[in-house]
């Protein structure tokens, strides 16, 4: 049993959680009486310079700034093989999205810190176990800054978080059960499942424009001679770019279509250890190595049938997982903007945008 199941175990153990509470009136998000989250602002404007204690959102006595959401999206640029992704979110559209993300993250963890025992269960060492799951190499690379780490951090809690709370519902574990029948059919239904399609392990240095300045195409060019030298990126990157490099998993190289084309050309046809020249982009430059290639092949229905069962699981208890945060987490927390999770409750509660909107239309100028 892993570190993770014993700990769901233990919580199961413990008194039995209440019957989720009615769905929450339409509009969410309103504080109880004599409680309010920090004001909420919408998103910086568009084409101003983003000021870092800008607040974008509020979740229960914590503000979400745009430090965080920069934080959040440096991180995440990390694993990212884009050349052209900005090196912040300018528009209100991603900076929202970003600290939307932040918000769900925080509420998973503030509920699951109310149950029994969560203190006891939810260990340094679990947390390290779970880190290193999410982020592989980078949670060990000692170049990466506190700050990032941190955060790290903080997302493996609320991932598990996220997995206690719902492990110990009785309505998700009933969900979680996939019977024999299901499978053979889905088997049957599906031949693409036949097949394990290709894989590869790409090894990856961002040089950001904002970060390397002017040079940064002289940099790559250099790096890239450096590795060759070395017989490794990796090697090479630890001496001229501390930092930069990460790894990145492409589980269905038959079907991926979040690569640039040349980038997924050179990810399709590249033997392990060859370089691709630089990837130029708006944003940065990028070199990529393959690492590791698994060829596709066919596969037995015995070998596919733990794959399938897993999908049909994540299949129906993905919907149980948002009625859960809808009926159980937004309707015990404070959050802003209020219409933040319209999009959720609206799933559950249809009608809730139009209220929110008549209800809008309906309060006098100023107010």
């Known amino acids: 049993m892993t570190s993770l199941a014993f700990a769901a175990a233990l919580l199961l153990c413990q008194d039995p959680i209440p019957p989720p509470p009615a769905l929450p009136a339409p509009v969410a998000g309103a504080p109880a009486e004599g409680a309010a989250p920090p004001a909420a602002r ?18 229960n006595n914590e503000i979400v700034t745009i430090r965080d959401v920069l934080l959040e999206w440096r991180l995440d640029s990390r694993r990212n093989a884009d050349p052209d992704r900005p090196a912040a979110p300018r528009t209100p559209e991603e900076q929202m999205q970003e600290a939307k993300k932040i918000v769900i993250d925080r509420l998973w963890l503030a509920h699951a810190k109310s149950f029994p025992m969560y203190g006891e269960i939810v260990t340094r060492k679990l947390l390290d176990e779970e880190a290193r799951d999410m982020w592989g190499s980078l949670w060990s690379d000692p170049a ?13 809690e609320s991932r598990i978080a996220l997995q206690l709370a719902l492990q110990s519902d009785p ?12 499978v053979r059919r889905f088997w049957e239904n599906n ?84 370089l691709s020249a630089p990837v130029v982009g708006s944003a940065s430059v990028m070199l990529f190595t393959v690492l590791r290639r698994e060829p596709g092949r066919e596969i037995a229905f015995e070998d596919a049938a733990p794959k399938i069962k897993e999908i049909l699981q994540n299949g129906r208890c993905d919907y149980r997982a948002k009625q859960y945060f809808v009926v159980r987490i937004l309707a015990e927390s404070y959050f802003g903007p209020a219409d933040l999770f319209d999009d959720e409750i609206e799933q559950l509660i249809p009608g809730t945008k139009e209220r929110r909107a008549r209800a809008s239309r309906a309060e006098p100028p100023g107010n």
């Open 191 to 274: 031949p693409e499942l036949h097949k394990v399609p290709p894989r590869v392990e790409l090894g990856r240095v961002l040089l950001g424009r904002e970060v390397h300045g002017a040079g940064v195409e002289a940099k790559a060019a250099a790096l890239r001679q450096l590795a060759i030298e070395r017989s490794s990126l990796e090697t090479a990157a630890a001496e001229l770019a501390p930092g930069d490099f990460s790894r990145i998993r492409i589980d269905d190289l038959d079907h991926e279509e979040s690569l640039r084309a040349d980038v997924l050309a050179f990810a399709r046809s590249a033997e392990p250890g060859e």
């Open 171 to 182: 309505e998700f574990r009933r969900c979680s059960v996939a019977r024999p029948d299901d």
């Open 144 to 156: 990466i800054p506190v700050d990032e780490r941190e955060l790290m951090l903080r997302k493996a």
């Open 42 to 59: 919408t998103a910086a404007p568009q084409g101003q310079p983003l000021d870092s204690n800008f607040v974008l959102a509020a979740v």
